[in-house]
Structure formats: structure tokens, C-alpha cells
């Protein structure tokens, strides 16, 4: 079965400061999902990683992917209020084709001044 | 308008009634999910369906149903509504994971349910 493990799972953080959310998964996986959240919103897609090594950044996030360590990393740079929002990892078995995203239980972060 | 639209956006309902939350996309994809979301908790998969003809249950399918209409539309239904599934409810839809596609998910404005 596969589990997928965020941490932290509540981030209070200053503007302005980096800091680093972790996603790790219990079996092979290749390919890793970055949603975002808004308090009573829907879920928006940040980012996808497609193989070991993959590396994407849009503003001040960047995400990683390892998939030997099953571990992929959200890192925020310079913290801004506007990126306050709960971050989820979802996780797709190694190319079963036939299987749902697993997703973990998110980390809610809080930027404060 | 949304690719991805479910009604209603908010119930509130009584113990013991039945609920539909439809789900209708137009995005082509194949594949639907229903989702439950509880604070603490993240999302949990109730059930999805890969085609029209092909229903899955997922990790907390107790007390659902759902019915694939067509490749567009994906409805829940809850037959006998009890506190305990008092949640927010996303549908979502994907294309499968493959050379051409991601396979990540498209998600629904939610619908948030009450049962008293």
C-alpha cells in the first residue's frame, strides 16, 4: 500500500524567510504532484514531476524529486503572505496506469510579517 | 466557466436523507474521482471511475454510491445521510498518466455538505 507522509504538516513562517516542506512516499513511485490550497477553495495544480532529478520552480517554489530516496521536496524562498495556503504531494505507483493518486494530508502554512 | 462543475456548492441536510453531489466536466478526460476532504485529514478517495462502464470503490466507499452517467458526468450519492459525513467534496478528473499525458488532477470548486 502505498503512504505518503508530508512534513511539517503546520508551517508558521516570517516573510522574507526560506524554508523547506518534505514529501515522502513508501514505494517506487515516478512521477509526483504539487497541488496548492486556499482556505474554502479547490485545489490548484503547482506542480508535476516526471522523473528522478526533475526540478521546477515558478516564483519563490521549487520542487524536487528523488526518486531513490522517495522524497521530494517544496522549497519557498523569501516568503511572501500571498504563498499562505495549505501545500499537498500526491503520488502515483510506479507506472501502474490503473491506480489513483495517493495524496498526502498537506501542510498548512501560515506566512506572518 | 469551470471545466470541472459540481452542484450543489453547499447543502445542509437532515439525518436519514438522501443526497446527490453531481459533477459534469468538459474537459474530455476519461477519468473521475469523488473526494472528501476533513480538516486534518487531507483527501481521501471515495470512489473513481476510469470509463463509463468501470466503477471503483476507494479508501472510504461505506455509506456511498456513485453512478457514471456518461464520459462527462460522475454523480455521489449518499442513501441515508449521517453527521459523520458532514465534509467538503471535490470531484475531479484526469487523463491517464502516460508518454503524452501527466495524469495529474483537475479539481471541482468543491461542494460542502451538512448533515444535522
Known amino acids: 500500500e502505498l503512504k505518503v507522509e508530508q512534513n511539517p504538516l503546520f508551517l508558521s513562517m516570517q516573510e522574507g524567510k526560506n524554508y523547506t516542506i518534505y514529501c515522502n512516499y513508501s514505494t517506487t513511485s515516478d512521477r509526483l504532484y504539487w497541488y496548492r490550497q486556499d482556505p474554502g477553495k479547490s485545489l490548484e495544480s503547482l506542480f508535476v514531476?516526471?522523473?528522478?532529478?526533475a526540478v521546477k520552480q515558478e516564483g519563490r517554489l521549487m520542487a524536487s524529486l528523488d526518486t531513490k530516496a522517495r522524497l521530494s521536496t517544496l522549497h519557498i524562498t523569501a516568503a511572501v503572505h500571498d504563498l499562505s495556503a495549505t501545500y499537498f504531494c500526491a503520488v502515483d505507483i510506479f507506472r501502474s496506469g490503473n491506480t489513483p493518486l495517493v495524496f498526502g494530508k498537506g501542510t498548512r502554512l501560515s506566512v506572518i510579517a | 466557466d469551470a471545466d470541472v462543475t459540481q452542484t450543489p456548492r453547499n447543502r445542509i441536510t437532515k439525518t436519514g436523507k438522501r443526497i446527490m453531489l453531481e459533477c459534469s466536466q468538459t474537459?474530455?478526460?476519461?477519468?473521475m474521482y469523488w473526494y472528501r476532504q476533513d480538516p486534518g485529514l487531507g483527501l481521501r478517495l471515495i470512489y473513481y471511475?476510469?470509463?463509463?462502464?468501470?466503477?471503483n470503490k476507494g479508501e472510504i466507499s461505506d455509506g456511498y454510491s456513485v453512478s457514471r452517467q456518461a464520459q462527462a458526468k460522475f454523480s455521489l450519492s449518499l442513501e441515508s445521510a449521517i453527521p459523520n459525513q458532514t465534509a467538503l467534496y471535490f470531484c475531479?478528473?484526469?487523463?491517464?498518466?502516460?508518454?503524452?499525458?501527466?495524469?495529474?488532477?483537475?479539481f471541482g470548486e468543491g461542494s460542502r455538505l451538512t448533515v444535522l
Open positions: 475531479a478528473t484526469s487523463d491517464a498518466a502516460d508518454a503524452s499525458n501527466t495524469g495529474e488532477l483537475f
Open positions: 474537459k474530455g478526460h476519461d477519468r
Open positions: 471511475s476510469f470509463d463509463v462502464k468501470d466503477i
Open positions: 514531476l516526471l522523473s528522478n532529478g
